[in-house]
């Protein structure tokens, strides 16, 4: 099938799906449908948002990606200065830190927001190669009409995870994009190959304790130096743990990570000793308290927020809590720190006087401990 075809195919395939939601069996590959399934609620005309330079900037210079990406990006530059292409680095909640394109692409670039600050992730630009390598951790490529924006359909995406050797956590990811009769499988080995190579320059990481919580953003949890692959339950319940240091009796932690849902004590207590056995015994019972050093993100944030410092901030905040989370009180914690991040990082507002402000309408749980945090 020449490419012209196999383009034309595509967008067949594309308005089937967006006039009927059907597609017959084997139409696109599974990543692509299953990605147009979650990017509905995305209006395939909506402009991909664009966030502050100035933020955007700091966010690349203090990114663990940047002194890393230094050789390759040299390469890289001379590749898209050669060819009608455009490079560009995301963070992992898909905004793009960094972005090079040749003359021929800068407008068409432009034009779409694929510049520094575009947030990429799927929730704000549907199928496209920057959101769904995060979605599957695994180098991709999206041709022409298999990305959900119609005014995407010109173009011809790679795009492969730049994956820390040492935690196994996703740090960005690297994409090469052109237009759809430029497409070459030679791209997503080119791009892979990258950004394999960027990750090996990525600075050792240093643990912060024998238990690190990242739950900001892209949640993964790091035990003894080692990425340990969690559920989204037992990633709650470390969240509470963390949260509530003194330790918390079996209905209190039933209460906070259930709510109202009819789950008996025994499924908690279930869970609890899975979670025990992941972690070496490292959770006491009566009250359920960890008993091994433990560094959260979410909590290390408190601290800089209630110290005002805001380079800190801005490096610890990698997107919401456990986004996924029902937990009463993750919830609780969620729309806090969301509220007080929006409200201070985007408009530079005193970060104690928005927490403060954030304590009216914050639940019971979490407002004790914003008053604590904030007046310390």
């Not at 080119?190 to 643990?207: N, R």
């Not at 805001?310 to 990698?318: G, K, P, R």
Request: with cysteine; net charge neutral; aromatic share 6%.
């Amino acid at each position: 099938m020449s490419l012209k075809q196999r383009r034309q195919t595509t967008e067949q395939q594309w308005h089937r799906f967006v006039e009927n939601k059907r597609l017959k069996p084997r139409e696109v590959p599974k990543t692509i449908s299953a990605s147009w399934q979650r990017s509905q609620s995305v209006h395939t005309t909506k402009l991909v948002p664009l966030e502050d330079p100035y933020e955007t900037k700091y966010r690349w210079h203090e990114s663990v990606i940047h002194s890393s990406a230094k050789q390759e990006l040299g390469h890289l530059i001379d590749i898209v200065s050669e060819g009608e292409l455009v490079a560009a680095i995301s963070d992992p909640s898909g905004r793009l830190l960094w972005t090079y394109a040749s003359k021929h692409m800068q407008d068409r670039a432009a034009d779409v927001n694929f510049v520094a600050g575009g947030r990429w992730g799927e929730q704000s630009a549907g199928t496209n190669a920057v959101g769904l390598c995060l979605v599957t951790k695994k180098p991709v490529t999206v041709f022409s009409a298999e990305h959900f924006h119609s005014n995407l359909h010109e173009w011809v995406c790679y795009a492969a995870p730049i994956i820390h050797p040492q935690t196994g956590k996703l740090v960005g990811t690297l994409d090469l994009s052109s237009t759809w009769e430029k497409h070459t499988p030679l791209g997503q080995a080119a791009i892979e190959q990258m950004a394999k190579s960027i990750a090996k320059k990525l600075p050792i990481h240093t643990p912060q304790a024998e238990l690190e919580l990242h739950m900001l953003g892209q949640p993964h949890v790091i035990y003894q130096g080692k990425t340990l692959p969690l559920s989204l339950r037992h990633c709650e319940i470390l969240c509470l743990l963390a949260l509530n240091p003194r330790g918390l009796s079996l209905n209190a932690l039933h209460d906070a990570l259930y709510g109202d849902q009819k789950v008996t004590l025994s499924t908690l207590k279930s869970e609890i000793s899975k979670l025990r056995g992941l972690l070496h015994g490292q959770i006491d019972s009566r009250p359920y308290r960890l008993s091994v050093s433990c560094w959260a993100d979410f909590t290390e944030l408190w601290s800089t927020i209630r110290t005002q410092d805001v380079e800190q901030t801005f490096s610890l905040y990698q997107g919401s809590l456990l986004s996924n989370s029902v937990s009463p009180e993750v919830e609780q914690w969620r729309h806090c720190i969301d509220a007080i991040m929006s409200k201070s990082l985007h408009s530079c507002v005193d970060l104690a006087q928005v927490v403060r402000q954030c304590n009216m309408s914050a639940g019971e749980l979490v407002r004790d401990r914003l008053i604590e945090l904030a007046s310390h």
